[in-house]
């Protein structure tokens, strides 16, 4: 394989909770929507105008860009958010905009904010890219190209030197890891016809993830399909492919999930972090890809596939609803005062037992997502093994909590014994 250019790792970042898990995971950048003009404005819980600033003053620190989604359809009563966005946006020194309407990217190239073109446009072939790079200095290619397709892409990039307006390289982005949709890039029109609510606006209903029966119209014939939810994709994951990848000249590795809980958002970025170093450190083998795939399988999932990078012509579908992930937390309890000169964090047991030995997960908008292996702790005051609802306990931590922090107890799902 070739040199590998430093690929970027670009985090989903749908709360504060999962914009410092990606920070303390290794993410160089983060994607975030703020109020409702994203693909994901129902899916998370969304920034608002008045978080930017400190969006981008705790990733300014960590040396980490931001980006902003605008990417849904724009109607004329959108235009005057937008503008009041991109302007909130380019004052709190946000990196760039991702963008699919010519609208966004207008109002973003007039007040000099760097333009990420989304992969709702649909770039597949190297003539468009070059329309688009006229606005925009990063292009995210379409979800259903293959690899092949991908490298050829970057090979004319580079033969032909098509520059953005920063006259930099144009930067080619790909989907990394995550939900993938059955429509074309993400443009489906199940959720609008059935609850008068698009997709393309942010508010899809994911109708693509229920189990159907088919019905013969001329005989009344009627077909459920076994095991098989026919419109829901398994989850991308490339990590055991990273070299190829790699291999392909992208820029920019971007991993889905800002609908995702913060402890998700900690283990994939985590993984990729590892694998992309490894890659670069020249230590990337098989044997590191089964323990990140292990780990990732602990995380929400519905099962993994390949995607279309490799050149499978059709889609794997999931067999069952919901996550296949092998683990699960359950909420324990909240955080109740840190003790700074002994490293001792206070909890309140609302919930489930927790003992000597259990794993636990502890979130908040500033602790982000943290894990971690009960080693000793303190019962109301006194050494003890376990802790039941309605008690206090103290548990040494490596890290800071904050009265606002979650507590939870990670436990294995009937999938944990599934093989890699």
């Known amino acids: 394989m070739k040199s590998m250019q430093k690929i970027e790792l670009m985090a989903p970042a749908g709360s504060f909770e999962s914009l410092q898990a990606a920070l303390d995971n290794g993410a160089d950048a983060v994607y975030f929507g703020v109020e409702q003009l994203n693909m994901r404005a129902r899916a998370s819980i969304n920034f608002t105008l008045d978080d930017l600033q400190e969006i981008s003053e705790r990733c300014q620190k960590k040396g980490v860009r931001t980006y902003l989604t605008l990417n849904t359809i724009i ?3 959108d235009l005057s958010i937008v503008k009041t966005l991109i302007t909130k946006a380019k004052e709190a020194n ?3 905009v991702i963008a699919m309407d010519q609208a966004v990217i207008s109002v973003a190239r007039s007040v000099g904010m760097e333009v990420h073109i989304s992969t ?9 890219l070059k329309f688009y790079a006229m606005f925009a200095d990063t292009i995210v290619l379409s979800r259903e190209l293959s690899l092949r397709q991908v490298k050829k892409i970057t090979e004319q990039i580079e033969k032909e030197q098509i520059k953005g307006p920063s006259g930099r390289l144009v930067a080619v982005e790909i989907f990394g890891h995550g939900a993938l949709c059955m429509a074309v890039s993400g443009k489906c ?3 609008l016809h059935s609850y008068n609510s698009s997709a393309n606006r942010g508010a899809c209903k994911q ?3 229920k189990k159907y029966t088919v019905i013969d119209q001329e005989t009344g014939f009627e077909m459920e399909l076994d095991n098989e939810y026919i419109m829901s994709p398994k989850d991308l994951c490339t990590i055991d492919f990273l070299d190829q990848i790699a291999d392909a ?12 809980a913060p402890e998700y958002v900690a283990k994939v970025i985590k993984c990729y972090r590892d694998a992309l170093d490894s890659l670069t450190e020249g230590t990337y083998d098989k044997e590191k890809v089964i323990g990140w795939m292990q780990e990732l399988e602990k995380v929400y999932n519905r099962g993994f596939w390949n995607g279309y990078y490799l050149g499978q012509k059709l889609g794997e579908w999931s067999s069952e609803s919901g996550s296949h992930a092998t683990q699960k937390k359950l909420y324990v309890g909240k955080g109740v005062h840190y003790f700074p000169k002994s490293n ?9 037992d927790i003992s000597i030995g259990d794993t636990l997960l502890i979130t908040g908008p500033t602790t982000g997502a943290q894990e971690l292996k009960i080693e000793a702790m303190y019962v109301n005051d006194q050494k003890g093994e376990t802790a039941t609802k309605g008690d206090s306990v103290t548990i040494p931590l490596p890290f800071r909590i904050r009265p606002s922090d979650k507590l939870y107890k990670i436990v294995a799902t009937e999938f944990a014994q599934v093989s890699v």
């Open 249 to 260: 000249g992208i820029s920019v590795l971007k991993i889905e999930g800002r609908g995702r």
């Open 189 to 191: 029109y199940m959720s």
């Open 207 to 209: 109708n693509c993830r």
């Open 344 to 352: 001792i964090g206070e909890f309140k047991i609302e919930a489930y």
């Open 75 to 77: 109607y004329d009563h």
């Open 120 to 128: 709702q446009i649909n770039i597949t072939n190297i003539e468009t």
């Open 94 to 96: 946000i990196s760039a």
